[in-house]
């Protein structure tokens, strides 16, 4: 295992550790396995060990079943024009629901992606109620907390992205009164995800040593923190938060499709990656299936197929685009690192970007367990910047960040995709959204980005789409019957 992977393999290994903090049922069998040596709640929170188990199981969290997997799936791609359910016809069906914007609130997955975001934000709160008191270096405190907000945040973004309005927890409640707590207005929720960024980024390191790569560093906050922003349309914010990223040191990767295998993890591109790996001996830490339920059908180290591209997405990138083969793994092909792909199939092309090399499957583990989940990458973080400046009023700084994202793609092919020369606003506008579509597509931004841009129904319209309903899915209905109707549902639902 390589030195990146030192903290890896003890926050993985302490994955478990999760329910000695929270009680949370899960998915796959192969989770069912019992904690070792668990100490009782009553005599941890103790010393800087429990503090940094804590911090290491809240890191881990983020690659569980419902973090990860379908529900993410369902609620984060499948409304887009860019992915479809894939699979066979007859396997879970019900992800054609997202599709066709038919889901109701009481469907699973829509239950799933709630608990489990709510999982890592009681995970977050655990350890920023607990840890100040512990006697520790108080350095290190600073650095757990402020790594610790920032995957509440992250939690928090993915929520009100999808539910709008939504009950704002940042403590553990301390009496029966405090457990069922109402919707929280969505611009108090952005105003708690941007508070918990802006004192992450005050804290956060610009980077870490071989053993500790792979946390969250300030260019991480300051990215989400941009991203929030963007999604308020609060543009000298997100090019006050992309510039400070820009100057951080990052640097697109050469090669577009290399920067998705497991050799090209934490490269000079990545910003935020979720942590993955395979553990021999402990397959409750190798336990992601990012890349295995997203993974090529029917092939010894594939997958199970689902989250497949459309045709609509293969129209959209320019001819010559070497993205287009970098994004989508086609029927009758070889892969760029040898894997030939058969001419028959149930599905005509799967996800590139989540791809696991056959070759690395290990037997009796999940296929692609040790694939690292991109969350923000250099590049987003440039097409960024290029719409903040355009809608700024700045044209040449927008063609100068859009320029540096087509330039990579290009590869030093000048016979392809020209530079975008345009200075007016609409035409830049729509230049960058199409950037942002083909350069980051499968990575579950496609269908909030729509939704943020006011497109929603000439986009998705033609799928079932409704304007004043479908900017947000349901809140879960068992959601709502537990809280005693202290919840309310989204209109139209």
Sequence with gaps: MKNRKNYLQRA??????????????????????????????VTFWKTAGDADKAVNATYANLHEWTNIAFAP????????????????????????????????????????????????????????????????????????LAEVKFIRAYAYFRLVRAFGDVPLRLHLPKDASQYNIPRTPKAQVWAAIEADLTDAAAVL?????????????????????????????????????????????????????KQFRTDNENNSESVFEIQCAFIDGNGGASNSQYSQVQGVRGVTGGGWGFNVPTQNLVNEFETGDPRKEGTIIFRGTTTAEGDPIAAVGDNPMYNYKSYVPFSQFHNGYNEGCQQNIRVIRFADVLLMNAEAANEQGNATLALTSLEKVRARARNGNAAI?????????????????????????????????????????????????????????????????????????????
């Design 12 to 41: 993985l290994g302490l994955s478990l550790f999760v329910s000695l903090v929270v009680a949370a049922g899960c998915k796959k069998s192969f989770l069912d396995v019992p904690p070792q040596a668990t100490p009782p709640a």
């Design 73 to 144: 799936i369902a609620v984060e791609s499948m409304g887009s024009d860019d992915a479809e359910k894939g699979s066979s016809p007859d396997d879970a069906s019900f992800m054609n629901d997202f599709d066709t914007f038919t889901a109701s609130s009481t469907e699973g997955q829509i239950a799933d992606f709630w608990s489990g975001e709510y999982k890592t934000i009681n995970l977050a709160n655990q350890v920023l109620d607990n840890v100040p008191a512990i006697s520790m270096d108080g350095n290190l405190k600073n650095r757990y």
């Design 205 to 257: 390191p610009q980077s870490y040593d071989a053993n500790n790569l792979g946390r969250i560093t300030k260019g991480a906050a300051l990215a989400l923190h941009a991203k929030a922003a963007m999604y308020q349309a609060k543009w000298a914010d997100v090019l006050n938060y992309t510039n400070q990223v820009m100057s951080l040191g990052y640097t697109l990767f050469p090669n577009f499709e």
């Design 417 to 493: 995709l020209p530079a975008v020369s345009t200075t007016d606003k609409v035409a830049l506008r729509t230049a960058i959204w199409h950037e942002r579509r083909v350069e980051l597509a499968m990575e579950f931004d496609r269908y909030f980005d729509v939704i943020r841009q006011g497109r929603g129904a000439a986009v998705f319209g033609p799928k079932g789409w409704k304007a004043n309903k479908n900017e947000v899915w349901p809140v879960p209905q068992n959601e709502i019957d537990l809280s005693a109707r202290t919840l309310t549902q989204n209109p139209g639902y």
